[in-house]
């Protein structure tokens, strides 16, 4: 069996445990490091994991904010992004890496469109693979919504030089 991702494993090693969920597992090489760990995980895949289903047929439903953590590494879903954000809990973390040519290619961009203002706690992107390990903030760390373009970019910019 492969060794889990190693950029995977440098940003969540220090995480506290909770609950995760790993789509797409595969042979579990992340369940397994997560659940050495004392994560309490649940894998799925179509042909393995604890629950088999095929997720492109939309077999199964991610619990809403029921998770700690998401891991969803080199298979890329688009219509399945919602329904993982909705998944992590505020303060929660999302675990993604994509193949970057071929059917399910995607792109970091498309990851931080999926996941607006969420901390990226790792990412990064070469010509075959790409990873997006970001943080989930909490209620009151989502920006107020505001119509007006300058009020936002205000904000934006007061956070950049207070940050």
Not at 82 to 93: K, L, N, S, Y
Not at 102 to 112: I, K, M, P, V, Y
């Amino acid at each position: 069996m492969k060794e889990p991702a190693r950029e995977l494993t440098e940003a969540l090693e220090h995480l506290p445990p909770g609950r995760a969920l790993d789509l797409a597992c595969g042979e579990g090489r992340h369940s397994r490091w997560l659940a050495a760990r004392g994560w309490d995980v649940t894998g799925i895949d179509r042909d393995s994991g604890d629950v088999q289903a095929d997720l492109e047929a939309h077999e199964y439903t991610i619990e809403p904010h029921a998770w700690d953590l998401i891991v969803c590494w080199l298979y890329w879903q688009a219509d399945l992004l919602p329904e993982i954000a909705a998944g992590v809990r505020p303060d929660g973390v999302v675990a993604l890496a994509g193949k970057t040519t071929g059917r399910f290619a995607t792109s970091l961009a498309n990851c931080r469109t999926a996941f607006p203002h969420w901390t990226e706690l790792a990412a990064g992107e070469d010509g075959h693979r790409l990873f997006f390990i970001a943080r989930k903030p909490a209620p009151a760390e989502f920006p107020a919504k505001e119509t007006d373009s300058a009020a936002i970019h205000g904000q934006i910019a007061s956070r950049v030089v207070a940050g």
